[in-house]
């Protein structure tokens, strides 16, 4: 599997929308507050967040992409718990299990 920019871009895209509706957002809320805050505040709000809605939005695309056409097989198991889950019998007990024994 080859690696597709149409779905990287348009996680892009909703990224960057996604974040600049959260920076309109505070900007809401923040006129119905007493505060006064500069207008170029609001307008880095506006870009800072869009940047890191586009960003994030890539990097979970691309990193989708990248396990779909990994050939690893570990990848690709099909279990309900994954990395750091909590499923019973999946993990090894910590440390505080052995000395709850020792009572």
Known sequence: ???RGRPVVSALLLGSGMGAF???MFRI???NTPVVVNPQTFFWWVILLSAAGGVAGMALESVRQLQAGSS???IHRSSSGGRGSLTPG????GPSASRRGRR
């Open 22 to 24: 959260l920076a309109l």
């Open 72 to 74: 690893d097989p570990e």
């Open 90 to 93: 999946r993990n090894p007990p």
């Open 1 to 3: 599997m080859s690696f």
């Open 29 to 31: 809320a923040v006129s």
